[in-house]
């Protein structure tokens, strides 16, 4: 049962899934480094670029390549709204008001997409070049499966050379650092933080087309179990490092898609709660992930 | 209003459970069935958000796994109260026997608090590793751990029928259950709350290296705080599935949770009456909306205006309705009964 093409095809799956998180991580893990904010509502970004898409797309059928363009830039504009209304004021104050804020926000941002779509979910129907069957040497995918591991390792080495290479991205990490130790050497805090939240939103809204042409469906709550999972990716990872997130967003997704191609049958309805259990277990056993530096958990 | 204030506390405590059931009679004679419905529904969301309060809000620990522990209380009560003649066609091979044969069910009482009891070993389980995490660590956790929960309700389908969830569940709460088990919950939260337990919770909930240098240990007190509010989210969740007569695993979810966390935030986290006062705003406003919702075909609204609540009140008032200025101060101060006036919070001693 379990051939070598059967393992290659769940190994394809499990990378595609784990492309997702790991776009979903970098942009959490950029904004909870600075701010020690596990945004909630960024998995709401990723319901707002999947529907930006399919509006844009499937409805006004502009080409693809503006309505994916839109759909970054509504993720960008959203994320910086979501910073400049929601988030500044309780910046220095307690970290817990910061999260429940980020939830009220997702709840926000869930149902106003609900009200605007309704409730049902949309069939999802990518351009039809990306949804081409192929196959090497028995391992069945679609072009979308490539292209999204594609973009997704364009986007991240983007971002690592902009972390490393720019003075804003070097500000970012300074900041994540230390924000006061930043300021005192002339950094713009308020607008690294925007940068953070503009790019991490706009790779959010990417994602959510990616998700949408991959399983062929959206609906409003389709971003938040991604953006729950997303930060079990970090802490896999380990938290405050970057190529963490990327790596433990590809283990986690390896985990998942093998857990249930290799566990019996019964199990796959258990996914979410394999997810939750491995998080569960990585704070207990390895608190600082894979690459993580030492905070007290 | 002078003597009002001098009496016990507990004595105040007993005037006012007195007036409240005084009420609760009145209008359990006076108002039509709908208005009931609603009433029973606050109480019942009161002592989950009650009970919530007493780890997010007194010994902050920021949990979201609380719909996780009413749903263990929701389906042990349930399958403890089964009716006989319906065992057979639900067909539960996983069933225990001894908790309900084919012969017999347990009376309401002692399934809701083996339901509560079921609930508090959970919290003891998953709180032993969990709340060894701080902040937003716990939260994650604990989300996650109400996700393990409903989705261990999905799988195990020998024993809660997994999706299609359970129906025909008698109904037996009513206004008095529902508000005799407030009134515990209050009662308990309140006593322990005055009690070295509560002081040691509250300094934890300022500072764990502070308390830990006045001898408390932190582990001791959190897992105590979150076994006790998974016992009464348990009895919530039992109430409910008696109430609503039917349970199904996505209902405990997140919508559950954040309903319940939107509630104790608006209200006031940590203050004693500010959960109720969360759970009859937000639940009323639930009816009052619903018909427009319905009526102009805007699916979600409800929930717009719970988020705009929920972030308006963390902009510009996070303590919440209640807290600060308590317009019942008089009736529950804060500082708790005469006896321990004079003790400032950080001289808490842990027993």
Known sequence: MFTGTYIAQQLLNGLVLGSMYALLALGMTVVYGILRLINFAHGALVTAGAFTFFGI???LGWPFPLALAASLLVGGVLGYLLDLVGYRKLRGGPEVALLITSL??????ENLIKLLATPQPYAFRPPAFLGQLQNVGGVAFRTVDVFIVVVSVLIMIAFALFVKRTKLGIAMRATAESVEAAKLVGINVNQVVAVAFVLGSAVAAITGFMWGAKYGQ????????????AFVAIVIGGIGSIPGAMIGGFVL??????????????FAEYRDAIVFVLLILVLLLKPTGIMGRKEAV | MQR???????????????????????????????????IILIGIYSIATTSLNLTN???????????????????????????VRLRIAYNLPLLPPFLGGPNYHWPFLPALIAGGLVAAVAALLVGAPVLRLRGHYLSVASLGFMVIITTLAKGLKDLTRGAAGIQAIPRYTNIWWVYAWLVVTIYVIWRLLNSSYGRAMLAIRESEIAAQSQGIHPMRYKLLSFVIGAFFAGI?????????????????????????VIMLIIGG???LLGPVVGTAIVVALKYVLKPVEEGLGVYGLVEIVYALMLIGVMLWRPEGIVGGVNPLRFLFPKKGGRRNAGVPHGEAHGP
Not at chain 1, 104 to 109: E, F, P, V
Not at chain 2, 20 to 33: E, I, K, S
Not at chain 2, 236 to 260: D, N, Q, V, W
């Open chain 1, 57 to 59: 797309y499937m409805l």
């Open chain 1, 104 to 109: 009220g926000i997702y709840i926000l941002l």
């Open chain 1, 218 to 229: 959206i609906s409003y709550d389709m971003g938040f179990m991604a953006g729950v999972k």
């Open chain 1, 253 to 266: 997704g390896l985990v998942e898609t093998l857990a249930v191609g290799f566990l019996p049958p019964g």
């Open chain 2, 4 to 38: 009002w204030a001098s009496l016990p506390g507990d004595v105040k405590f007993l005037i006012s459970v007195g007036v409240l059931f005084l009420a609760l009679f009145v209008a359990n004679c006076t108002l039509n069935r709908y208005v009931l419905h609603v």
């Open chain 2, 57 to 83: 809000g007194y010994t902050g620990l920021f949990s979201l796994g609380h719909a996780g522990f009413m749903a263990v209380g929701a389906y042990v009560t349930t399958l403890l109260t089964f009716p």
């Open chain 2, 236 to 260: 919530a969740g039992g109430l409910y599935a008696h109430f609503a007569r039917s349970i199904r695993p996505y209902e405990f979810s997140f919508s559950m949770t954040f309903l319940i």
């Open chain 2, 269 to 271: 986290a940590g203050t």
